[in-house]
């Protein structure tokens, strides 16, 4: 199984496009979402909604973004599956996968940098200096 791709924004704050500036033009494309979760869909039940609030609670601040809505609602629904106890052991190896993927381990948090202060001065110096480039 190949490793998981390095989200452009960590690659940057390493200052890995420094080192291989090539690296950056395959990434040149890719789509970003700044618009928030939002409210949980209508058609869920009372139950799954409550999950849905519950967890975008208790996820770090900027993880979770509209364009996630659907794998969300998935692992909502999942989570009330095994509250009731219904749970099936594929769906609950697609549980433990989602609950990796939105960050809900300690060692998949260490993972993610979300509107974090950068933490290395190198890091935080090149951020400045792209900041005061005229456009």
Do not use: H
């Not at 939002?38 to 519950?54: A, H, K, M, N």
């Not at 975008?56 to 509209?66: F, I, M, N, R, T």
């Not at 993610?112 to 792209?130: D, G, I, M």
């Amino acid at each position: 199984m190949s490793r998981p791709r390095v989200p452009t924004e960590m690659l940057d704050s390493r200052g890995s496009f420094i080192a291989n500036p090539s690296r950056q033009k395959d990434r040149a494309y890719e789509p970003v979402s700044d618009e928030p979760l939002g409210e949980p869909p209508t058609r869920l039940d009372t139950e799954t909604q409550t999950i849905w609030r519950e967890i975008e609670d208790e996820l770090p601040a900027g993880v979770l973004k509209k364009s996630d809505r659907q794998l969300f609602e998935i692992l909502c629904r999942l989570i009330g599956k095994l509250r009731a106890g219904k749970i099936r052991i594929m769906e609950l190896s697609a549980l433990i996968s989602l609950c990796s993927k939105f960050a809900m381990s300690p060692s998949d948090r260490s993972k993610v940098a979300v509107n974090a202060e950068p933490s290395n001065a190198l890091t935080r110096f090149l951020q400045t200096y792209k900041s005061s480039e005229p456009s």
